[in-house]
């Protein structure tokens, strides 16, 4: 991890994982059962999924595991930035959207970074531990104000328009991955 990166986790400390918690509890509360329960859903997905990275016990095991990931957050985030984020933009909240767009962009880099190093090091495991840390505090911010405050703005009528673009992209991209790995 750079020296940045340590100056800026020791002065920022992450959320505990009971305010996590409680966060996403809240969020399932008021999701229902359109795109942001499925958001929610997903990451659920991309907290096992970077789990399954770290645990994995050989080189190969942890690259296949974290492959899966890559699809796992790529698709996830294009579904957001395709959908949620113009939502959020196009209703009051265009800080918080232009935010949402420049931590997913900063992950995917990092992301591809992580490619370049031996997936059995120390330093593998410590870019892991830091791109997870980032992913799950944007997802503390879409889970604790963001997306229920989005939910909250918008009529039924773009919920339904917001939940059928969202589930459109997650479908597409995720035959694209399954396609590409057959």
Do not use: C
Not at 62 to 90: C, D, F, W
Not at 138 to 149: A, D, I, Q, R, V
């Amino acid at each position: 991890m750079a020296i940045l990166d340590k100056v800026i986790a020791a002065v920022t400390p992450p959320e505990s994982d009971e305010e996590r918690a409680e966060v996403r509890a809240r969020a399932r509360s008021v999701a229902g059962t359109g795109w942001l329960a499925m958001v929610l859903d997903h990451h659920v997905e991309i907290e096992d999924a970077f789990a399954a990275v770290k645990n994995a016990p050989s080189a190969a095991t942890r690259r296949a595991a974290q492959k899966r990931l890559a699809a796992i957050l790529t698709g996830h985030s294009n579904a957001e930035e395709s959908v949620i984020y113009p939502a959020m933009a196009l209703n009051g909240e265009k800080t918080h959207s232009a935010k949402a767009y420049t931590e997913q962009s900063a992950a995917k880099v990092q992301m591809s970074a992580l490619e370049d190093l031996d997936p059995m090091s120390q330093d593998y495991l410590d870019k892991l531990e830091h791109i997870r840390g980032a992913v799950v505090h944007h997802m503390y911010e879409e889970e604790g104000t963001w997306f229920p405050e989005l939910r909250e703005k918008v009529d039924a009528t773009m919920q339904a328009k917001i939940t059928r673009r969202y589930r459109e992209e997650i479908e597409r991209y995720l035959s694209a991955e399954v396609e590409a790995a057959s």
